[in-house]
């Protein structure tokens, strides 16, 4: 099941943050159990989103692996639990020992973030249907490694991005119960920034900025 925002689709810039996004889609979406933030970037739209619907919120510790010399593009990701998803297309032109090192480079980055985030957000209870807030998808990597991860306490696990590609859509729907995205785009490149007007790498000390100013009943 893929739900889509017809007037926003191709569309460039349509929303002016992570926070515009994350209220709108607050309005797009039905009500889960509990809403799952990926961080960092993910945050400050799950923390929108879990504060109009009235949701618990959690993180879930997902990191892409990052290409060398980049801060955005990734060849896979991996979890807080060692699940490991890798774009083979992309790992084919890196050699071993770059591949070793960037996945530690990864691992070390989830671990630094588990030690960091508050631990009532990681706090994951068996609950029937979750939803998993990212500020969009490009590959979809991340956010397969992240419903893999998540079905360990979820029975249902939905996929909700203001954005993505539709290859991305195509390969995530397979392995989750549904997509609801806004901004569906099968224009390439693709590229998640090009979603937002104002955009930037959402730091650690931003995201647990948010964390400390949810409250679910503001």
Not at 147 to 152: E, G
Request: with cysteine; aromatic share 10%; glycine share 4%.
């Amino acid at each position: 099941m893929i739900r889509h925002d017809k007037k926003l689709y191709n569309r460039f810039h349509v929303f002016k943050d992570r926070e515009d996004a994350g209220k709108k889609l607050a309005s797009f979406i039905p009500d889960f159990d509990v809403v799952i933030a990926i961080p960092a970037g993910g945050v400050p739209i799950a923390v929108e989103v879990a504060r109009v619907k009235k949701m618990p919120l959690r993180v879930l510790p997902v990191s892409k692996i990052l290409l060398p010399y980049t801060t955005e593009a990734g060849f896979g990701a991996i979890s807080m639990f060692g699940d490991v998803e890798i774009n083979e297309r992309l790992a084919s032109g890196l050699d071993e020992e770059t591949i070793r090192l960037q996945i530690e480079k990864t691992k070390e980055k989830i671990e630094r973030r588990l030690k960091i985030i508050p631990e009532k957000f990681l706090k994951y209870e068996s609950a029937n249907s979750a939803a998993i807030v990212d500020d969009g998808l490009a590959s979809g990597f991340t956010m397969i490694t992240a419903i893999k991860a998540a079905k360990r306490f979820y029975r249902e696990i939905y996929v909700v991005v203001p954005t993505a590609s539709t290859s991305a859509v195509d390969l995530v729907e397979k392995k989750c119960d549904g997509v609801f995205v806004l901004n569906l785009r099968d224009i390439y490149p693709y590229a998640v920034a090009d979603a937002y007007e104002e955009w930037h790498d959402v730091s650690e000390e931003e995201m647990l900025e948010c964390l400390r100013n949810f409250d679910p009943q503001d």
